[in-house]
Structure formats: structure tokens, C-alpha cells
């Protein structure tokens, strides 16, 4: 009986640390099949191994994992410093945005942890990205994020190849308003397939998240990568090597900071769907442009993008919301359990807010105008007012594929079923009528 309880422990504490030890898929990337529970086949997985194997992977001091049975929800913090020497960036603040006349017809706007020093740890950035008609941004790869971008204005054709054997290309022509996701590591690539100017933003799932441009990175490494070794590699004549190294000035950038990054990974207990079923579509989500109905009692409405509408975003750690509000509409206090937040203003003005945690409750605020961005980090109390006379519109990027929300005003005054009033009344120094009160209009 004794030996058969610790035998369940250890099984149960092994098999959280077997997760912890890989919590990315281990393939190009896992679209949830919704069609499964995945409990069912992670411990077919794992059933057979020997326990003691089991127990040593991933017993590591800076990995710690936490199984949520049953539905098997899976969290994971690590921990991992990451020193980067090297030249200090240009100033991005002179970088002219916009500004697309270069030999690839495209200008990518970073706003990571080197603009905004408050990202620092929170695994999440923005970039805006404008292409000249028939610009491109050329294949490139992202070593720390995963992407997801929506377009803003203009058509765009996207898309990105799955590693070997296949190099299977999965793209899509995107419209203004729709939403498609490019899986960590992966070489990808989009192109203004209008006769306009095309707008693009996207979010990354790191505050750095690094970018490889792969022409640049093969030719244009400096010292560069020895001649006959890239002959071979691309089966191309010595000349014709030549001439392309010669076409590639490295622009080297690497942030002087030293910086701890803390990736956050979430499994939404999804297992992957089969690779040779997955199609553009699984990476995609159209209307974002549409505005939300803000026709209620806090005068906003959040659009959300995330693991539900895209499966192409499980176990990626990144998603998108939309937030209209109409003039002085507000989101009202509350918090994400699983996420960061970055967010910038599409139209109209903000004001956005939130509040540190005890002692201090600090409140930073500030007031947003179009194109400003502001951070909230992980489940800090936060808030949005539109302060401006006509409606606003937001795009936030969430640190999570499913980052949950918490409205404080519902979950306090609203749950079900309700916290005891006196509790409240306590709590929150009222009598226990304005309690009552309280609680019927949640
Ligand atoms: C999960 O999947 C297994 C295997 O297919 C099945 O036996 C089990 O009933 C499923 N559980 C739920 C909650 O769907
Ligand atoms: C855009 O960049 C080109 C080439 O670098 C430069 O000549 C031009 O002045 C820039 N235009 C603006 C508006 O900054
Ligand atoms: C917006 O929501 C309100 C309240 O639910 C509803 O009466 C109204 O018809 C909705 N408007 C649109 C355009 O859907």
C-alpha cells in the first residue's frame, strides 16, 4: 500500500518533470487537434520508458514544471540568462519608419526591450513592417520568437517552409484584417502582392526575438563563409558565389545589454495534429480589421486572436487582441494569468494603466496617442480609457497562445457562486448592503 503510493508519486512527479524537460513539441510545429484530449497520447509516449530515465530528464535547477491533472494544463517558467556581446545598435528612434526605398522594398520597425527597457524579461515585442508595392521582406528566420502578424493595410502573400526532409511551404494571401502565424525557427517570408503600399504588424514571442536574414547570414557573413564550402551547399558555380557574397554587406546589431530572458511556455494540453493534415489555414484568421460592438456597460469589446481561432498557435506562446472602445469606453480592470502584454494605439487616443503589487500598488499610467506602445507586465492589474472624442481602436499581443483573462470587478463581485458578503464587506471596508449592491450588477 505504502510502496504503491510512492510508486504513484514519483510516477506523477517523473512524469511532470518528462514534460518539463521538453515543453516545445519537438517538431516544426503542433497544431492542436482539437478532434483529441491529449492526455491519451503523451502517456503512450511515455508509458514505456524506465521510470528512472523518466525522473532524470529535465532535473534541472532552472527548469520547474507544475502538471495540472485531469485536464492536463501545462505551465512552465524558465529561467535562462543570455549574454550578448557585441556592437551597440543604431539608435532605431533614427530609423526612419516607413522609409522603403532599398533594394528589397520593405522597413521593419523593431519595438523590443532595446525602445522600451520595460519588456526586459517578458517575452514579447512588436514590429511594424511597411512594403513598398511589390516589396518584399525577405526570407528570414527568428532564432528566440515565434511571430504572429496581421495586416493593416493592403495584401500581402506569406509564408514559411517546414524543416527537412519535407521543406513543405505553407503560404497564404492575407487581406487586410487577417492573421497568420509563423512558428518559431522557421524561414518565412512576405511580399505586397498590391499595387499600394502594404502595413503590416506583428508580435513576437520573445523581447528579443533575433532575426536571421538568410541571404545576409550565407553571404554576407563577415569573414565570410569559405567560397567552395558554399559551391557545394548550393551546387553553384564558383563566379556565381562570388557575385553573391559580393552583394551582401553584413549589418551587424547586437544589443550591449546583458539580459535574462524568461520564455513562458503554456500547452494548452492539445495534442499536435498530424503534420500532413496541416494546411495554411490552420495558421490564419481573417476580420480583424472589423470593429467589436461596443454597445455595452464598459462601452469596449476585446476581439481575441488566440490558440481557439488559430491552432496553428498551440504551444507557440504568443496571441493577438483587437480592443475597440467608444469615446470614454473603457476595458475595465483585470489582469492575464498566462501573459504580458504589449499594446499599441491603431486610432484615437488611450489612457492605460496599471498598478505594481503590494506594498506599493504604484499606478503607471500614461496617456497614448496612434502608434504609441505600451507594456503591461504579466498579471498586473491593468486598464485602457479612451480619453479621445471619437472611437478608439488597440492591437495587443499577448505573451501566451491562450493567455485568460481576469476582470476584477467580475471575479470579485461576480463569481459563481458568490464570495460570502461579509468577506467582502471586509475586504473591502463597505457595509454589507453596498456589498449586495455590488454584487447584483456583476
Ligand atoms: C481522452 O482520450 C482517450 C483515448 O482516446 C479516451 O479514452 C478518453 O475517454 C478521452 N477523454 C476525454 C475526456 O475525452
Ligand atoms: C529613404 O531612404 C532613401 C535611401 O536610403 C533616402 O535617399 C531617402 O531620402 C529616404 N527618404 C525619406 C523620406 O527619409
Ligand atoms: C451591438 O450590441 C447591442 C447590445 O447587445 C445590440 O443591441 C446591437 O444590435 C449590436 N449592434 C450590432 C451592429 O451588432
Known amino acids: 500500500m505504502a510502496s504503491s503510493i510512492l510508486f504513484f508519486g514519483f510516477l506523477a512527479l517523473s512524469f511532470s518533470y518528462v514534460i518539463a524537460s521538453d515543453p516545445s513539441s519537438l517538431q516544426d510545429f503542433c497544431v492542436a487537434d482539437e478532434t483529441s484530449n491529449g492526455t491519451y497520447k503523451l502517456l503512450k509516449i511515455y508509458k514505456n520508458r524506465p521510470l528512472a530515465v523518466q525522473a532524470f530528464e529535465g532535473h534541472g535547477d532552472h527548469a520547474s514544471g507544475l502538471l495540472n491533472s485531469g485536464s492536463l494544463i501545462l505551465r512552465f517558467v524558465f529561467f535562462m540568462a543570455v549574454i550578448v556581446n557585441g556592437l551597440a545598435c543604431k539608435d532605431l528612434k ?29 517575452g514579447i515585442s512588436l514590429v511594424r513592417i511597411d512594403y513598398a508595392p511589390w516589396g518584399i521582406n525577405p526570407p528570414h528566420t527568428h532564432p528566440r520568437g515565434s511571430e504572429i502578424l496581421t495586416v493593416i493595410e493592403g495584401s500581402l502573400e506569406v509564408g514559411f517552409v517546414a524543416s527537412n526532409p519535407e521543406n513543405r511551404v505553407i503560404t497564404k494571401l492575407l487581406q ?21 503600399d502594404a502595413v503590416a504588424i506583428a508580435a513576437l514571442s520573445s523581447q528579443n526575438a533575433g532575426v536571421i536574414t538568410i541571404a545576409n547570414a550565407v553571404f554576407g557573413s563577415t569573414p565570410v563563409i569559405p567560397g567552395d564550402i558554399l559551391v557545394k551547399a548550393f551546387q553553384l558555380d564558383r563566379n556565381v558565389i562570388n557575385h553573391l557574397q559580393s552583394n551582401f554587406v553584413l549589418l551587424l546589431c547586437l544589443s550591449i545589454r546583458s539580459e535574462p530572458t524568461s520564455g513562458f511556455l503554456c500547452g494548452s494540453g492539445l495534442a499536435c495534429k498530424d503534420l500532413k493534415s496541416v494546411q495554411a489555414s490552420d495558421f490564419s484568421f481573417s476580420g480583424l480589421h472589423m470593429p467589436g460592438n461596443t454597445s455595452n456597460a464598459v462601452g469596449s469589446s476585446v476581439t481575441a486572436v488566440n490558440v481557439v481561432q488559430i491552432p496553428g498557435l498551440n504551444t507557440l506562446g504568443i496571441s493577438f487582441a483587437r480592443i475597440d472602445y467608444a469615446p470614454s469606453g473603457i476595458n475595465p480592470p483585470h489582469t492575464h494569468p498566462r501573459a504580458s502584454e504589449i499594446l499599441t494605439v491603431l486610432e484615437g487616443s488611450l489612457e492605460v494603466g496599471f498598478v505594481t503589487s503590494n506594498p506599493g500598488n504604484r499606478l503607471i499610467t500614461k496617456v497614448l496617442q496612434k502608434g504609441d506602445v505600451f507594456v503591461f507586465p504579466i498579471n498586473l492589474v491593468h486598464f485602457q480609457r479612451n480619453v479621445g472624442t471619437s472611437n478608439a481602436v488597440a492591437l495587443a499581443a499577448l505573451s501566451s497562445q491562450n493567455p485568460g ?35 447584483s450588477k456583476f
Open 405 to 439: 483573462v481576469i476582470t476584477i470587478a467580475n471575479a470579485v463581485f461576480g463569481s459563481n457562486p458568490d464570495i460570502p458578503s461579509d468577506i467582502l464587506a471586509k475586504a473591502f471596508q463597505l457595509d454589507k448592503n453596498a456589498v449586495d449592491f455590488l454584487k
Open 94 to 122: 533614427m530609423v526612419h519608419a516607413g522609409n522603403t526605398s532599398n533594394a528589397v522594398g520593405s522597413r521593419v520597425t523593431t519595438v523590443n526591450v532595446a525602445l522600451i527597457s520595460g519588456l526586459n524579461t517578458l
Open 176 to 196: 487586410k484584417g487577417d492573421v497568420f502565424v509563423f512558428p518559431i525557427g522557421l524561414i518565412h517570408f512576405q511580399r505586397n502582392v498590391g499595387n499600394g
